[in-house]
């Protein structure tokens, strides 16, 4: 393995390749909401969306209070930030793949005639 550094012509194409266009700030709105849990059983998770249980995913070992959840009824994905042996924690709704979409949309028809 060759080790490229920021200076090489290589890294640079790399880096290239690896960003489409530069990053730019997408203002959205997220509804944050407490747990909504089932009365039966703290750790299931209900979708707000549709009520149905979300699958949660833990990214980070370090980090077992940040959660990912997804519902596999409606599709919606959402952040969760809670001690799963706690009733207490917040989950925020994520856009979906069409509220991101329109919103990028904006932001480059916003820019377009700067």
Not at 25 to 31: A, E, K, R, Y
Not at 93 to 99: F, Q, Y
Request: aromatic share 6%.
């Amino acid at each position: 393995m060759v080790a490229l550094d920021r200076k090489s012509v290589a890294f640079a194409a790399i880096e290239e390749a690896c960003v489409s266009s530069s990053p730019k700030s997408l203002p959205v709105t997220m509804p944050v909401s407490a747990l909504s849990h089932s009365p039966a059983d703290s750790d299931w998770v209900c979708c707000l969306n549709c009520g149905e249980h979300l699958d949660q995913i833990q990214p980070e070992t370090q980090l077992p209070e940040r959660l990912v959840g997804s519902c596999d009824h409606c599709g919606r994905w959402y952040l969760l930030d809670w001690d799963p042996g706690s009733l207490k924690g917040l989950m925020v709704l994520l856009p979906s793949h069409e509220e991101l979409m329109n919103g990028y949309e904006s932001l480059r028809g916003d820019t377009a005639g700067h």
